[in-house]
């Protein structure tokens, strides 16, 4: 059975940090490409950051560019995101996404608040 688990979110202040995680059960996860999306309230979803199987590619999105860090284990079959500097508009519920010719499996996320 396929699973991704979302934990680390919660409430922090306006540039603080927040690392979350994402385990993986169920799949060769050294196979898939990770992604972390998220969904701010009234917002459509949207990517985040990105790495490759082997981690030798990770892409960011321009507003995260510099204060976010994606990295994965493949050998604990986990994909982190190490979130600095955070901003009142990085809230939002974060998923985490694996992704493998054709096929993609998305976990529940978890929730990110960043107070003013």
């Known amino acids: 059975q396929v699973q991704l688990v979302e934990s680390g979110g919660g409430l922090v202040q306006s540039g603080g940090s927040l690392r979350l995680s994402c385990a993986a059960s169920?799949?060769?996860?050294?196979?898939?490409?990770m992604t972390w999306y998220r969904q701010a309230p009234g917002k459509e979803r949207e990517l985040v950051a990105s790495?490759?199987?082997?981690?030798?590619?990770?892409n960011y999105a321009a507003v995260v560019k510099g204060r976010f860090t994606i990295s994965r284990d493949n050998g604990k079959n986990m994909v982190t995101l190490q979130m600095n500097s955070l901003k009142p508009e990085d809230t939002a519920v974060y998923y985490c996404?694996?992704?493998?010719?054709?096929?993609?499996?998305w976990g529940k996320g978890t929730l990110v608040t960043v107070s003013s």
């Open positions: 996404k694996a992704s493998y010719a054709g096929m993609e499996y």
């Open positions: 790495i490759s199987p082997y981690s030798t590619v990770t």
């Open positions: 169920g799949f060769i996860f050294s196979s898939y490409a």
